[in-house]
């Protein structure tokens, strides 16, 4: 499997389209590695919106961390109160702590 992280982390910009590693970052979306597919969809809520790309996400609920707080995070955006606070308790109950470091360095990532 591909591994994104360190290239998004690097410099997010490179992966979209005539960035550096756009083809490299497409491969693995295609070979269906979890983070390229989280950060492409994260890349298309930017495009479809917040309620269509939490519908994209909510498939991989709650096995996939990023994609749970990922979606608690954009259904705070759009003021869905109670919905959010049902997936960060999905998201402590199956990940981490809310308070720990772990969620800290998720939301960096995001």
Known sequence: ????????RFATCQINNGGQFRE???????AGDTMAIC???LHAATIIGLEESIKNFEPKLPRHGLSTLVVA????????DKEASQVFQLFAAH?????????????DSI
């Open 95 to 107: 990940h981490a702590d809310l308070r720990s470091e772990d969620i800290f360095d998720m939301g």
């Open 73 to 80: 995070i954009f259904n705070v955006c759009i003021a869905r």
């Open 24 to 30: 490299f970052f497409l491969k693995c979306v295609n």
């Open 1 to 8: 499997m591909c591994d994104v992280t360190e290239m998004v």
């Open 39 to 41: 950060y492409a969809r």
